[in-house]
Structure formats: C-alpha cells, structure tokens
C-alpha cells in the first residue's frame, strides 16, 4: 500500500503521536519509518486524497506535535511513496541532506510575508517623478487618436510600476533579513508584489514580528503587509 509522508526527524525525536490521526477518513494510523540516525511519521495512504479542511487539519496536527517537541522537516500535503521500502531508501540516499537540513531548522518556525500597495498610489508616484509619462499622459488625454501614444504610455508604466515594485520588495526583505535565519522568496501572488519567507528562531519570534510591524508602519498606508506564523518551515526544507 502506498505510504504517505508526513515529516521527517532525526532518530533520537521523543515522536509523542498519541491522540494524533492522520488524513484519510476514517482516520489512518500513525506510524514511523527508520533508517541510520532517521525517522520518518507515516500512515498508510487514503485512496484518492483531495485537500479538504479534515485532511489538512490532520496532516498539519501531526507537524505541530512534532515541532513542539524538537526540529523536524515538515513534507508537503500530499506527499506519497510507493510503501514504507521506498521511504527507508529515500532516508538512506538523502541522509546527509536531511541532518543538515534538520540542524537548520532546529528551534525555528516560518513566517510568510506578503506586501501590496496601492496601485492608484503608485501610479501617482509614477507620473509625478517621470517628465517622459506625463508628456504621453497629456498626449493622449488631448488626442484620444493617439494609439502610438497610448501604448508607449502602458509599456512605460509598466516597467516603471515593475522596476519600483522589484526595489520596494528587495528593501523590505534586506531590511527584515537581520532579523532571521534566511529567508526565501516566492513568485509574487496576483494582488501581492513581494512573497517572502523568514527562517526565525523561536525565541527571536516576537522581536521578528515587531520589526515587521516598524517596517509597516514607516512605508505608510499605501502599503498592506499581511504576516502568517509561526508555520512549519515548509520553505526550507
């Protein structure tokens, strides 16, 4: 039967999984998968698995029981192997990955920034600061024929709006980055300019947040920065 993964710890983790279930309905029973200084949480795989609420909620129960109790490399949902064979040769073949990997994150959560801005803000920074964009502005307000113009005018924008958006967001995680492990950087989401997340010691939990909150507060209104955590550190796995 296939077997689905949940997390990865070193050998020695205390692994408390009482009162802990798995995905699946009913709920599969917990288990673990060992190779040389390694352990693996696991549980049989459901048939056709989907992402519902009573499945995530499982999956990421049982990576918060283990972080509590020591560093552990949460897997992503959904994440399945042939049988329990399988995941023993992958914790062989990737051992020495895995035990780097697990002394990185020992002590450490995740936190997911996402920043926006104001687009009618920005696109007034954009013409006042750019003598090039207001001609073509005017242009095309006194000459609605002026198709040249008007595409000219949208390509300029746009880069500008993208070449700002790329500095504001190299700032912010330059800025923040003193105040955790690493930091990784995703794609942008469709309302979200910068996709950013921090590797944070827990003890330092409290001060990362309150630096994020300064460094919204000193960008203004204009901005909307929306923090997620602490989180599993799926990011750095």
Known sequence: MPTYVYAITEAG????????????????????????GLSAVVSDAPPHLRAKRRDLAAHQNVQERLLADG????????????????????????????????????????????????????LRDIVAESAEIQRLNDRTRQDPGA?????????????????????TGTDVVARLAPAAERTAVADPTKNHFLNVSFLVRREKAGAFSAAVHEEAGQRGDAYTFTLNGPLPPYSFV
């Open 13 to 36: 983790h205390p692994l408390r999984l009482d009162g802990i279930e798995g995905v699946g309905d009913p709920a599969a029973e917990l288990r673990t998968v060992r190779a040389e």
């Open 71 to 122: 560093a552990a490399l949460p897997m992503r949902f959904g994440l399945v192997g042939a049988d329990d064979d399988q995941v023993a040769a992958a914790l062989e073949e990737q051992r020495d990955t895995y035990t780097e990997r697990l002394k990185e994150v020992g002590g450490c959560v995740e936190y997911n920034l996402k920043v926006a801005r104001d687009e009618d803000d920005l």
């Open 147 to 167: 198709h040249h113009d008007r595409m000219a005018l949208g390509e300029l924008v746009s880069r500008e709006v993208q070449a700002r958006q790329d500095r």
